[in-house]
């Protein structure tokens, strides 16, 4: 059972890889039908490996992230109440597949668990994107290779090879299309976060939590000021002389693009408002249904007969959060991001765990730009990092048990030294 059961957890992560630039592919694979039938199974993997992988003396810890996904479940349950035609229904199918997918949390929490299904990724589907990658387009790079970016955030532990090679592999997804300013960000800010942990004799744990305090209440310090007419961040390029515009490549035609386009701000005014218009602001609409909008023009069925100004899901995580489970669900996401990057720099023997905590407290500013809600490698890689911040296992490693889970992933030396380790520390050797 438990190798059947590893190798579903490997074939899920390459699934999820391929679902991950399918949208952005010249060779799309499957339809929406089979798409759901690979994501019931991948969410199937996660469940199932909680009885083999789980380790339950975390479970103290998680209370938070069970109350969020107990919700999450509630308001799919509602949908089925809610849904009203085909295309509701399909929302409906669809989005409750990605609300389901904290569920991770079985295996994020297992130390040797992240480490095989990394290594297994770098080892299969690394080599397969020299393959794969002159189908791609745009952006597809980035979300191809956001295993690389998980890596970043233990760059200090890596042979200076290692370094190098992560280093030029995010140099080129960078440079190959600077118009998707999300790869930028999700590469660049681990990036950050490794040259921090550098200078870590200069950040007490009393700083560390006060710059991720800082970061937690930033999107409601800016979505106030916003709402005031005070200081819109969305709209910096008013601010600046500079337009920072970049040459990108559009149905094979250059054009230019501005790094500065405020493409948020319509997002938040459209959410915000159906959601006042049709009272759904504490319980939200459900996964059934999506907020009104005025930014574009639908026209749901072939026939065209059957036009609609309702938009199922947008490019902001946090708004389509608020729209499928309310401010209800919005508070217990936060609680998630809140309570994990408390435990990593609060409660860990180590100094990679406290920085990889200020990068959960970032990925919930960012939640409030972007990142897409979807079962694919950024938000499956996303709550292994919460998982971590939530293990004991992790929070409880040395430096030196770090550096070696790390370079276990690269190296099946280290992969085998780490465990030989951790069976003498538990006493099982």
């Keep these: ?214 970061l937690l209440i930033l999107p409601f310090v800016t979505l106030i000021l916003a709402a005031l007419g005070i200081f819109n961040i969305f709209k910096i390029g008013d601010y600046l002389s500079n337009d920072y515009s970049t040459n990108v490549i559009v149905n094979g035609q250059r054009t230019e693009e501005s790094l500065m386009t405020d493409t948020r701000t319509p997002l938040y005014i459209d959410v915000i408002n159906s959601a006042l218009k049709y009272d759904y602001v504490w319980f939200g609409r459900t996964p059934a249904r999506g907020n009104e909008t005025t930014l574009f023009d639908f026209f749901l069925p072939d026939d065209n007969t059957y036009p609609t100004t309702e938009r199922f899901s947008n490019e902001v995580s946090i708004l389509n959060i608020f729209t499928w489970t309310g401010l209800i669900g919005v508070v217990l996401y936060f609680f998630v991001f809140y309570q994990c990057s408390y435990l990593a720099i609060k409660r860990s023997k180590n100094s990679f765990m406290p920085f990889i905590g200020l990068y959960i407290a970032f990925r919930w500013c960012y939640a409030w730009v972007e990142d897409f809600n979807r079962i694919d490698l950024s938000n499956l890689y996303l709550w292994i990092i919460i998982g971590m911040c939530y293990s004991r296992s992790f929070r409880e490693m040395s430096d030196q048990d770090i550096t070696l889970w790390a370079n276990g992933i690269l190296k099946q030396s280290a992969r085998k030294l780490y465990i030989h380790r951790k069976k003498i520390a538990s006493g099982n050797a």
Excluded: H
């Design 1 to 214: 059972m438990t190798l059947n059961t590893d190798k579903l957890l490997n074939i899920s992560v390459l699934a999820i890889t391929i679902s991950s630039v399918n949208q952005w592919s010249d060779l799309p694979l499957g339809s929406t039908s089979f798409w759901w039938i690979i994501n019931g199974i991948i969410l199937y993997s996660f469940f199932r490996s909680r009885k083999l992988f789980y380790d339950k003396s975390n479970e103290i810890y998680l209370k938070t992230l069970r109350w969020y996904l107990y919700w999450n479940v509630i308001c799919i349950i509602r949908g089925c109440f809610v849904a009203d035609n085909y295309w509701e229904w399909k929302s409906l199918i669809g989005t409750s597949l990605v609300m389901l997918l904290p569920v991770s949390i079985n295996i994020s929490t297992n130390a040797e668990r992240v480490q095989r299904i990394t290594s297994f990724w770098l080892k299969y589907a690394l080599p397969f994107f020299v393959i794969i990658f002159p189908f791609l387009q745009g952006e597809a790079i980035g979300r191809y290779l956001i295993p690389i970016s998980f890596l970043l955030l233990f760059l200090p532990c890596f042979s200076r090879r290692w370094k190098i090679a992560l280093l030029l592999i995010t140099v080129f997804v960078i440079v190959s299309y600077l118009g998707a300013r999300s790869n930028v960000i999700k590469f660049g800010v681990p990036i950050a976060i490794s040259i921090l942990y550098y200078f870590r004799r200069f950040f007490s744990v009393k700083a560390l939590n006060i710059i991720r305090l800082v």
